[in-house]
């Protein structure tokens, strides 16, 4: 079964900085989904940002880009000019390209955005 | 834009009895799904469901759970029996389908249920 690591539980980053989130996986397959999540504090989770396996551009969605190293199985998730609004419980997620469509996800890491 | 919701937020129950989580999925979308999170682990998979059937299930999704679109609305998970190791904070999610990739789950805010 696929699996997803994050290994920062917490994170902290000042206001209008960078911060990068950490997040490996391990599968078997060659082609997949790669997913961040966010979920504010009492709030659902939303999608962030996301990537395909075969793309090696890595993806951007304003402040948020991603670092995806496929051979490194490494999905990093990268928060530019950080605004309090970001403060949140991030997750990672990986979906298979095929058969099961439900998303393996890693434990969060939870960011702090200190004014 | 539309949300998928779901009731109560939080429900306590006594380990033994019967509860039942509700959500209602965006309105055209067409698969469902349950996860849960218990408290400081990952949010795992329990159960999909596509055309009034479930379509994957976990290891987790034993016969003490069962899923229902009871009136083309509401989507529901039911606990026959609930544990203490029950208690967890559950997540709806939905999806419209979509034969490319690019199918976001949508997911709801969460019930938070607690067994004592």
């Known amino acids: 079964a696929q699996t997803v690591t994050q290994s920062q539980p917490e994170m902290s980053v000042q206001e209008a900085e960078t911060v990068t989130l950490s997040c490996t996986y391990d599968t078997s397959e060659s082609d997949y989904y790669l997913f961040w999540y966010k979920q504010p504090p009492s709030r659902q989770m939303i999608l962030v940002i996301r990537q395909e396996a075969y793309k090696q551009q890595n993806a951007t969605e304003n402040r948020f880009s991603v670092n995806f190293q496929k051979a490194a199985k490494s999905f990093s998730l990268k928060i530019s000019d950080s605004q309090l609004g970001d403060a949140a419980m991030y997750f990672c997620a990986y979906r298979s390209i095929s058969g099961a469509n439900n998303l393996f996800f890693g434990t969060g890491t939870r960011l702090t955005v200190i004014p | 834009e539309p949300e998928v919701t779901q009731t109560p937020s939080h429900q306590v129950t006594q380990m033994g009895q019967e509860v039942i989580l509700r959500c209602v999925p965006i309105?055209?979308?067409?698969?469902f799904y349950w996860y849960r999170q218990i408290l400081g682990q990952k949010v795992e998979f329990l159960v999909s469901?596509?055309?009034?059937?479930?379509?994957?299930k976990s290891e987790i999704f034993d016969d003490q759970f069962s899923v229902e679109r009871p009136d083309g609305s509401n989507f529901t998970l039911k606990i026959r029996s609930t544990k203490l190791e029950d208690s967890a904070m559950y997540f709806c999610?939905?999806?419209?389908?979509?034969?490319?990739?690019?199918?976001?789950?949508?997911f709801g805010p969460g019930t938070r249920l607690t067994v004592l």
């Open positions: 999610a939905s999806r419209r389908f979509s034969a490319g990739w690019a199918d976001t789950q949508y």
């Open positions: 469901f596509y055309n009034n059937e479930i379509s994957e």
């Open positions: 309105s055209n979308h067409l698969y």
